[in-house]
């Protein structure tokens, strides 16, 4: 366990808080919150100096109901020219490492400067307000200036992970309807390069602004491609779009339990919240250093730009996998204050003693979200880079797209156990609930239901019935979310899942729906429901596939095919820890697969 000390203590935005509103717990600061809510995201407003073309009319507009609130109506801003645009223009913004081993730093005004350009190429290229622009490459110094670029000028980020094969790409490109795409020749794991760009190819893709890994030339472009350098102008765009707060500026997906993933816009608020998050809980100040290997694929990507700059940190950014020793030589050199995980990375880490003679003492705390974390893992990093018997907190991060950031962490104020949450989100609440729809009591596990309003929530998909999804059926001023929660007292909290036939595997979230379609084609298989089991020990979730053969076959072998044809047509990422073999699936009266139960009978 990590205990804060008084002056750690003092140091948190949480304690400052508790002193000028003469409160004595953390639980009265975050009641006072979600009670006045509407004071207290001004107040986030306020501290991020969002910049505002034309003031808000109000805080919200709720005429409609809570579940169609209006955020900031009347207000004309772009979220994007408040991150870029610093006090201090020549404070660090982003320092990042090129997969050669060079090491590089951009100012706020150099960072602003060039996506700017991007911008301007963008309007130049005939792109025009709302227009949706795809991203689909690794996380880079140029990738975050495409991203803020395109909101400069009005567009609308398609996020779109790397490790995708060409039909989940092709799936993303057609439900936002995008006009151009960025990405790249080729992807850097390691020390082997993968095409990427001819996966946008195959994906159909429309014209693609593609950056080198290698030199110029190494690919074909078609018709209507062109390299960075020929896209890129010198000019920038001088006055950023005055957008409307609900107006998006990035679609993310997340995996739905049927069919196509779920759209989820994301506007000019959500950045709000997810710097809200960062302020309160990882306590970020100006001037931190903040790295949290990901992708803008996933909704961490967006998360990590806004949550650093709308807090005026600098972005650490290694072009290379975070799996290796120079990724932990990186975070020691760039003296990183908060680092995020994910727990596979961390098991990764410790197995193969990446961070022996590492110094990380400069990091404050760590983050984890993505999946459920291993106890014995993390309590190894809590002293790993460390000095003798110094420990660093490991604040636990969970919440989903669709939230823009959390809605359960821990507070810098508190002792943080591994594993465990110790807080509610500043600005959100929740309540959960037994399968009777009760209150659960301590011990009991329930699912989690969030209280409306908070800045940060969606209300609206491209693709599904919002209402439906995570309203449709709930207690009235309730909202589903679908984690499983255990209540362990006095505010401590751990992960039980989800309550639905989703799940979270090396940090990514996907679906029963989707591994099990990626796995139609083999020959073998009559039926499969796949599920998302954590070990006994607790951990992220194993993938174990239920198979109903049409003939006798090797179970070997099988596993290899089902591995093959995963990787192939879903995410490589992905692996299979276990095919279990049953005569039949069990089924509902209404024939639908029983993966509650097929879960239960894999944590046994």
């Known amino acids: 366990m990590w205990t804060p000390t008084a002056d750690e203590i003092k140091k948190t935005h949480i304690q400052q808080a508790l002193e000028s509103h003469h409160l004595d717990s953390y639980e009265q600061l975050h009641a006072d919150s979600v009670r ?26 709720i005429s409609q109901g809570i579940e169609r609130i209006s955020w900031l109506p009347g207000a004309e801003l772009n979220i994007a020219a408040s991150a870029l645009e610093s006090r201090e223009p020549e404070l660090k913004a982003i320092e990042f490492q090129r997969p050669n081993g060079s090491r590089e730093s951009w100012s706020y005004a150099e960072l602003n400067q060039k996506s ?3 911008a ?9 307000k709302g227009d949706a622009i795809a991203i689909d490459m690794m ?30 790409i092709a799936k993303r490109l057609r439900i936002s309807n995008a006009k151009l795409i960025f990405t790249q020749d080729f992807l850097l794991r390691g020390e082997k390069t993968f ?72 506007n000019h608020t959500i950045p709000i919240k997810a710097a809200s998050d960062a302020f309160w809980h990882h306590n970020l100040q100006e001037g931190d250093i903040v790295c949290w290997p990901t992708n803008l694929g996933w909704m961490m990507g967006p998360w990590l730009i806004f949550a650093s700059l709308l807090n005026r940190c600098t972005i650490a950014l290694f072009e290379g996998s975070p ?77 989903g797209t669709e939230i823009g950031g959390a809605y359960i962490s821990s507070a810098l104020t508190k002792p943080n156990e591994p594993s465990i949450f110790n807080a509610k989100v500043m600005g959100v609440d929740f309540v959960v609930l037994n399968d009777l729809g009760h209150p659960c009591s301590q011990g009991e ?57 989703t799940m979270n595997l090396g940090g990514i979230k996907t679906s029963s729906a989707e591994i099990e379609a990626a796995l139609r084609g083999i020959p073998e298989i009559l039926e499969v429901a796949a599920v998302g089991v954590p070990p006994k020990a607790g951990g992220p979730d194993q993938l174990i596939l239920y198979v109903v053969l049409k003939q006798p076959s090797d179970l070997i072998e099988l596993q290899g095919k089902c591995q093959k044809s995963l990787s192939a047509n879903l995410n490589p990422l992905f692996r299979i820890h276990e095919v279990r073999l049953l005569e039949h699936l069990p089924r509902t009266a209404s024939n639908k697969v029983m993966h509650r139960e097929l879960r239960d009978r894999a944590r046994c």
């Open 323 to 399: 799996l290796e020793r120079e990724f932990c030589e990186f975070v020691a050199d760039s003296r990183v204050t908060m680092l995020g995980v994910v727990p596979s990375l961390v098991k990764n880490w410790r197995k193969n003693k990446l961070l022996e003679a590492v110094d990380w003492s400069n990091i404050k705390c760590f983050s984890s979200t993505g999946e459920a974390s291993s106890p014995e893992d993390y309590t190894w990093l809590m002293s790993a880079g460390q000095k003798p018997n110094v420990t660093k907190p490991i604040l636990e991060y969970c919440g």
């Open 116 to 118: 700017r350009q991007v």
């Open 36 to 61: 006045n809510w509407e004071s207290f995201w001004q107040s986030m407003i306020a501290q991020f100096k969002v910049r505002f073309f034309k003031s808000p009319a109000a805080t919200a507009d």
């Open 139 to 168: 996380m880079t110094v140029e990738s975050v200036a495409i991203y803020l670029g395109i909101i400069l000028m009005g567009g609308v980020v398609v996020s779109i992970a790397d490790s995708f094969p060409a039909e989940e």
């Open 445 to 501: 596990v329930g699912e989690v239901f969030l209280k409306t309003p908070s800045m940060g929530l969606s209300t609206r998909l491209l693709n599904r019935d919002h209402h439906k999804i995570y309203f449709e059926g709930c207690p009235k001023g309730l909202r589903r979310h679908g984690d499983r929660l255990r209540i362990l007292g006095s505010e401590r909290y751990c992960s039980d899942g989800r309550a639905d036939n």
């Open 120 to 128: 301007e190429g963008l309007k130049r290229l005939g792109l025009q």
């Open 195 to 266: 095409p990427l760009f001819e996966r946008i190819v195959a994906a159909n893709s429309p014209p693609a602004i593609v950056l080198s890994l290698r030199e110029k030339g190494t690919v074909s472009l078609r018709s209507g491609d062109l390299f960075w350098s020929e896209f890129l102008p010198q000019e920038e765009l001088k006055e950023a779009a005055k957008c409307l707060a609900e107006d998006p500026i990035n679609i993310l997906f997340s995996s739905g339990t049927t069919g196509d993933p779920k759209a989820i816009p994301w």
